[in-house]
């Protein structure tokens, strides 16, 4: 699409698993490791459903899924002791600190919202606090009693817009997105989308709901949106 076509937006709000931090990765050995337990295998197709949404619904999914004997609570807390020795070596991915960091100097408020839990994403931020401390405020799907429904709802989007003094309308402010459900959650919040896609993923499948789908944050043209330009 043409750089012309695109929205000129004044907000963004920021997805965090898989697009600012390579915690996907993580996420499936995590995952993997609690189904050897019940010797099956880990699948693209269950792990496309789980992604961007709350922590027990995420749970729900693999459980009836893959027919695990456990209760939500069961799986939550295998799933937290492998998360404690993993989470905190997480890595950034390209790009997404150079847009932070731009974004935050240029002055463009900016947030967050995941699906994450507040103990989730303790352990996945540890290392980058400073980077995190940056964000206008921080959306936590799983336990904020605004946002009813996790992705692809777009209750979290709407929360966190609204969580900015000046209130934006939906079409000024530009989510940045990894996964499916996120994607669907920021075309029925109203705003517009970059989709960052796991190479998994079937791009034709939102072609129409994300406005630009990008290989990652390092090809991302802030102008192109409006917003300032990188220093050169
Ligand atoms: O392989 C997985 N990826 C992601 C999730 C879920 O997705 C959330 C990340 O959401 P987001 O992309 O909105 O940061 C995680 O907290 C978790 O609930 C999961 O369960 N399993």
Redesign the pocket.
């Known amino acids: 699409m043409a750089s012309t076509c695109l929205p000129k937006v004044t907000h963004a709000i920021f ?5 600012i931090i390579d915690s ?1 990765r993580l ?2 050995e995590v ?1 993997q490791r609690i189904l050897d337990e019940f010797g099956k295998t880990f699948t693209w197709e269950i ?1 496309s459903k ?6 027990t ?3 729900k999914v ?1 459980i009836d899924e893959m027919q695990l004997p456990l209760t939500v609570g069961e799986y939550l807390e295998r799933m937290r002791v492998h998360k404690e020795e993993l989470f905190p070596t997480v890595h950034l991915l390209p790009g997404a600190e150079k847009l932070i960091r731009h974004l935050h100097k240029y002055k463009v408020p900016i947030a967050v ?5 507040s103990h ?1 994403f303790e352990l996945k931020t540890s290392r980058h606090k400073e980077l995190f401390g940056l964000f206008q405020h921080i959306v936590l ?2 336990e904020d009693p605004e946002v009813r429904h996790g ?1 692809p709802a777009p209750d979290c989007f709407l929360v966190a817009a609204k969580r900015f003094p000046d209130n934006p309308g939906p079409e000024r402010v530009l989510v940045f ?3 499916p459900n ?1 994607v669907e959650a920021a075309h029925a919040a109203g705003m517009p989308c970059v989709w960052v896609p796991d190479p998994q993923a079937d791009r034709d499948s939102l072609a129409d709901k994300a406005t630009v789908i990008l290989d990652s944050l390092e090809m991302f043209v802030p102008a192109d949106f409006g917003l300032p330009s990188y220093d050169s």
């Open positions: 997805d965090v698993d898989g697009l996907e996420y499936t995952t792990k789980q992604m961007g949404r709350k922590e619904e995420s749970a693999i919202a995941t699906g994450s839990d989730g799907n799983s992705k997105e990894d996964v996120g």
